[in-house]
Structure formats: C-alpha cells, structure tokens
C-alpha cells in the first residue's frame, strides 16, 4: 500500500510541477489538467490513491507555490480522489453485482462523472473554505476557479484515461480492493449509503450555498471575484466551514 | 537534470536541525498572514531574504524567478483592476488598488521564499526524519520521501518515451500550445504504465528488506536540538511576539 501512496503521489507530482508557470490566482493555483489524476487514482488505488494524491500536491507546492494554502491544498486534493472511491460503491448509482470501476457502461460512465463532480466540488470547497477564513482570497472567487478547474479534466480526460488503465492495474492486481484484507473493504450497505448521502448533501450545500452566501455579501464569482469584497463573510464561514466538517466527518463513516 | 531545490553547502542554516527550520518557516507564513501593509512585508522579506542569505542559498532564487514574478505581476494586474479604491489613475486602474496588489504579491512571494530556503537548505531524508521526530508516522513519512525521489524518474520515463516517439515520427513541436498539449496527452498512458509496472518490483524489494517487520525503527541518520537551534527558535519566536503585539495594540 505504501508504494501505491508513493506511486500516486509521484505521478500527480510529476504532472503537476510542469504547469507551475501558468498562474491562475498568484500564489494559489495555476491550469492544472494534472487535476485529471486524483479521481482515477481514487477509483484504482482507493486510500492510498487519496494520500497520494495529498502528498503529490504537497510536492508540487515545493516547486513554487508552498504556503499556508498548503495545508488545505493538502486535504483537499486528498478529497478530490476519496470522495469519488468512497461514493463509487455507496451512493447507489450501480448494480450491487458490478462494482468495478471498468466504465463499460453508460450508467458507469455516469456514476464517475457524479463522483469526480463531487470530488472536485469537495476540494473546492475546503481550499475555498480555508484560504477565505484565513482572508486570503474570496471564497466565491477561489472555489469557482477550483470547481471548473478541477470538473473539466477530471471529466474530460479522466474518462479515457480510467479506460486505459484499469485492465491493466487489474491485471497486475493493483486494484485498490485486491490489495487491502477482505474486512477493510466496506460493504455498500444501508449505513454506508446513508454516509454517502449525508456527504454528497454536504458538498453540495457547502458550495452552492457558500457561493449564494459570497455573492449575497458582495463577492463576485471567477476573476470578477477579487473586486466583490474582501475575504472572510461569516456567513460564508459558518456555511461553508460546517458542510466541510460534515463532508469529512460523514466520507469517513 | 537537477530538479530539486538542495543546495550542499557548509551554513549554519543547513546544520540546524530539520523541525527547527520547519518551525521559523511556519513562523514566516503565520507573520505574512497577519499583515497586508506594505511596508510591514517589506521588513519581513528583509528578515527573510537575512535568513536565507544565512544558509548561502539565494542563488537558488534565480531558479523560481519565473513563478516569483509571475506572481507579482498577476497579483498588480489583478488588484489594480479590481481593488475598490478611490484615487482613480486610469479607467478602473487606482492607487489604492497597485499598492494592495504589490503588497499581496510580496506576502506571496515571501511565502514561497521561505518555503524555498527551507527546501534548499534541508535534505529530503532530514524533512522525512523531522516529519517521523515531529509525531508523523513512519509510513507516510516514508511515502512522502519515496514519492519525492520516484519525481524525477517519472519525468525521466516521460522524456524517454517523448524522445523515442519523436524517432518514429511525432511532431510534438508545431501547433499552438493547446494543440501541443493535446499531443502530449497520448504520451501519458505509457508513462503511467511504465510507472504502475515499477510500483510492483518497487514492492517487492521492500518486502524483501522487511519493511513494516517493527514499528520501532532505528535510523542511520540522526537530528537532535543543538544551542543554536534554541537560538534560532528564540529569535523567530520574539519575532512573531512582535508582530502580534503590533498586530493588536496598533490594528495594523
């Protein structure tokens, strides 16, 4: 397992640093189609998919952008791949017989772009969160940007790459589930559906409503947002904050 | 290609012990944080410019000129445009608003400053020890330093296979840069494999060394908390004593 985590956070870093340039928000974040990694790594590697995805971004940070924003970087980059490995089995959108994240279907391929949607809004949600508390950028502004930056390549590239690589980690029984002991992979049962439930609810909230809260106390959405006002709405701290609590808490049940 | 920030070099910076220099580095982001006055993050890029010419490691701004200009620019463009000040300079363009974003562009790039001496001046094995000495457990620490070193051989892979594509044919040079993008993103996938393959044998060799066998592990290199470690924290807490008095007592 502790290889994969390496493995994982080696690739998303390797990806990453070659985009540091293209600045996005000074500082913050740049284009990243590294985005694309998180949620198939996730869906592959399970746990160790997530840490990795975590470190890897820790590791791109070293290469120009290491801050304070690093330690929400950190959790939320490690959302973006759980989110989509815990949803996946949980959240009810596949048969019970067929679980394999193999997109050899319609209904799967739906399924993933739900969970990488979820996964990216919940990585929005905690930068976006965290870097408005700490009055460093808007909340409107910063999780819009992370939202759509982390959506399109996630989706866009992640469905092909998935496709690729999945029979051959299969075949190499690297599959996050050939890997971990039978009593550690949780069974889709009522109590997990509900905890999916309870944390696709909570992102959900915690962004869409953030965003209303931000855009009702003066903020603007994208670039526009830098001029909506100054960071840190306790209206955007209270909601977005407490979905994020919620998000977290109920992905670990 | 050398990658990584290190520099090898005979300071007093790259002697103090790895959670010391973690410890000022957090330091130094929680003062940039506290301030938005640009004089006040001017003082505090001095103080941090000092301590890394301290460890003789400067020279390694030149390599993350780029993004620290960048930063800067963007920072002064963007607030320039978008900061509701009221001394209007040219259409939205205010006074106000340049000297916010050159004082949001400092706090960045002083961040990233510190971050970068802390890198240059400490080993990856010595921040892995630290993180293990700091309460983190070893197997993630462990990942951590694995994945920092498994970097440059992915990227060494990825030139491989770019190169020998290029061999048979591929035009990786002509196009704009989203075309050129695109033609890249075909590489990625025997990349990934090449890589995914490697994790396999990379398993097998830390099975054989026992890996995870004790909990309780000995290390061939070792840190401890020297006089001037004490010094170094004791200055940098006085500092950020400081700041916070000045933080409240003033409403700076």
């Known amino acids: 397992m502790v290889v994969l985590v390496a493995l994982s956070a080696g690739i998303y870093a390797a990806v990453l640093i070659p985009f540091k340039g293209l600045v996005l928000i000074p500082g913050i974040t740049e284009i990243r189609p590294a985005n ?45 791949a759980y989110i989509p490995y815990r949803l996946w089995r949980n959240l009810g959108l596949l048969k019970a017989d067929d679980l394999e994240p193999n997109l050899n279907s319609g209904r ?5 772009t739900v969970v990488a949607l979820l996964g990216s809004f919940a990585c929005a949600l905690t930068i976006g969160w965290g870097l408005d508390l700490l009055k460093m950028v808007p909340f409107a502004a910063l999780a819009s ?24 980690v299969k075949k190499w029984n690297l599959l996050w589930t050939d890997i971990m002991e039978e009593d550690e992979i949780s069974k889709p049962d009522a109590k997990a559906r509900i905890a999916a439930l309870i944390t696709s609810l909570a992102i959900l909230v915690g962004l869409f409503g953030g965003l209303m809260a931000a855009v009702a106390g003066g903020q603007s959405l994208f670039a526009a947002g830098f001029a909506g006002g100054k960071a840190g709405l306790a209206s955007v701290g209270f909601i977005a904050g407490f979905s994020t609590i919620i998000f977290i808490l109920a992905s670990l049940l | 290609m050398e990658m990584f920030l290190y520099m090898d070099k005979d300071s007093i910076l790259h002697k103090l012990d790895p959670r010391t220099k973690i410890f000022i580095m957090l330091i130094s982001f929680a003062i940039a944080l506290m301030f938005s006055s640009l004089s006040l993050l001017l003082i505090l890029s001095f103080l941090v410019i000092l301590y890394g010419a301290l460890g003789k490691v400067l020279s390694n701004l030149k390599r993350i000129r780029v993004i620290l200009i ?45 971050g970068m001496i802390f890198l240059s001046s400490t080993k990856i094995e010595e921040i892995s020890l630290g993180l293990v000495k700091l309460g983190i457990p070893y197997r993630p620490a462990f990942a951590f330093s694995t994945a920092v070193r498994l970097v440059p051989m992915i990227v060494s892979t990825s030139y491989i296979i770019t190169q020998a594509q290029k061999s048979r044919g591929l035009d990786l040079d002509t196009g704009n840069i989203l075309q050129r993008i695109k ?24 099975e054989s060394k026992g890996f995870g066998y004790s909990d309780k592990r000995t290390s061939y290199l070792e840190i401890k908390f020297e006089v001037r470690d004490y010094a170094f924290l004791a200055v940098a807490l006085l500092i950020l004593i400081v700041a916070v008095y000045f933080k409240f007592k003033y409403r700076l």
Request: proline letters at 7%; glycine letters at 12%; a positive charge.
């Open chain 1, 36 to 80: 694309t990694l998180p949620p198939v790594l996730g869906l592959l590697f399970g746990p160790a998919g997530a840490w990795g995805s975590a470190i890897g971004n820790l590791i791109g940070d070293f290469f120009g952008t290491l801050g304070i924003g690093s330690i929400f970087g950190f959790i939320g980059n490690f959302m973006q």
């Open chain 2, 183 to 206: 033609k890249y993103i075909p590489l990625l996938i025997p990349v990934l494999i090449s890589v995914i393959r490697q994790a396999n044998i990379l398993a097998m060799a830390l």
């Open chain 1, 145 to 168: 940007i992370i939202a759509v930056n982390n959506s399109i390549p996630s989706i866009v590239l992640g469905i092909p790459l998935l496709m690729i690589l999945y029979p051959r």
């Open chain 1, 108 to 112: 799967k391929i739906f399924a993933y």
């Open chain 2, 70 to 114: 960048m930063i800067a620019i963007m920072s002064v463009i963007l607030w320039a445009l978008t900061y509701p000040g009221t001394t209007r300079l040219w259409g939205p363009v205010t006074k106000e608003g340049i000297i916010y974003g050159i004082a949001i562009g400092i706090k960045f790039d002083v961040m990233i400053i510190a």
